[in-house]
C-alpha cells in the first residue's frame, strides 16, 4: 500500500491508484474537479486539465516536487507522496486560467441551455469564473449537425473532453464519430449523425459534462431544478433497468443513468429505458434520488460551502 498526503489528509491505497481516484476515497471538497475523466471509461482523462494538483513531495525515497502542475486524473500515487490542491493559490490560479480557455469558445447560453442546472462547466465557472472575458476574437462556430431524432447535438458548446467518444466506442458496437484535426481546429465529427442507431448511444448524454449533447425529448420541456428525481428501476431485457426519473407533479419529463457523487452513471441504460419509458407505471420507484453535491441544484450550494477546518489558512484564497 502507498501513503498519500492531499491537502493535509493522509490516506493508503494500492498500487496504481491515481491522485483523483485517492482523493475521491478521502472525499469532500478536496477532491479535484473533473470534467473528461469518467471512471467507467477506460483510457478518459488528461484532456482538460481541470483537475491539475501541485506535487510537493514525489515520494518518501525521492521527495523532490514536480516541476509543473499535474493532471490528478493522469498521475499515479507513490508512496510517501505529499499533494496540494485546494491548500495551493497556484493550482486556483491555473483551475481559473483553465476555465478561462474553455470559456473562450464556449457559448454563454446557460440560460437556454437544457444542461444548465448540472452542468460541469457552469459549476466550474460559478466557483472559478469571472465576470468577464477578455478574449477579443470572435468566437468558434460549427454549423449545425442532425444526429437523428433522441439526441441534440450542439457542437458549439462541446469541450472536446471524448467523453462521447469512449461511450460510444465502449458501450457500443458501432462507433461512428470522433475527434478530428488538432488545437483550434479540433471538432467532433465523420458520420455523427449516425451515432443515434446504437441501443445505448443516449449514454453519451448521460457522460457529456456540457450540454453539446442533450435529450430531444426533453429538450426545452422544463428546467432541472423545477423537477424531482427519484429512483426506479423495471425489469430490461437490454440494460440493468436502474435508473433516475425526472417527475414534475405525477408527469416523468426524462429518464437518466443514476449519476454518483461525482455526476457519473455506472448502470448505463439502454434507449428504450431512457426515451421511451415515459410514464411512472413503466416504473417502480425506489425513492427520491440523491442529487450531485456540486449541481446548482442543491438550493444554496453556492453560499453554503463548508471548508474544512485543515484549509483554513486559505479560506481567504477560495472566498
Ligand atoms: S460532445 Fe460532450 S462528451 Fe462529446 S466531446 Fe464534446 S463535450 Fe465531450
Ligand atoms: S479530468 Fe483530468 S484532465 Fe480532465
Partial sequence: ???VTIDNQSIEVEAGT???QAARLIGGDIVPPAMCYH??????????RTCMVKVVQ??????????KLVASCRTEVMDGMVVQNITSPEVIDARKAVVEFLLINHPLDCPVCDQAGECDLQNLSYEHGTNASRYEEEKRTYDKIDIGDKIQFHPNRCI????CVYAADQLTDNRVHGILYRGEKS???TFVHQAIENDFSGNMIDVCPVGALTDKTFRF???????????AHRNCTKCSGKS??????NEVYRVTGRKDTYGEVHDFICNECRFDKKQASDWTIEGPATIVPSSVLNQNHYKNVVIPSVINPIKETME
Fill in 1 to 3: 500500500m502507498f501513503k
Fill in 18 to 20: 491515481t491522485i483523483l
Fill in 39 to 48: 471512471s467507467e471509461l477506460k483510457d478518459s482523462g488528461g484532456k482538460c
Fill in 58 to 67: 514525489g515520494s518518501e525515497k525521492d521527495p523532490r516536487p514536480m516541476p
Fill in 160 to 163: 472536446l473532453c471524448y467523453r
Fill in 187 to 189: 471538432e467532433i465529427s
Fill in 221 to 231: 420541456k422544463n428546467r432541472v431544478w423545477f423537477l424531482k428525481p427519484m429512483e
Fill in 244 to 249: 433516475t426519473i425526472w417527475f414534475r407533479g
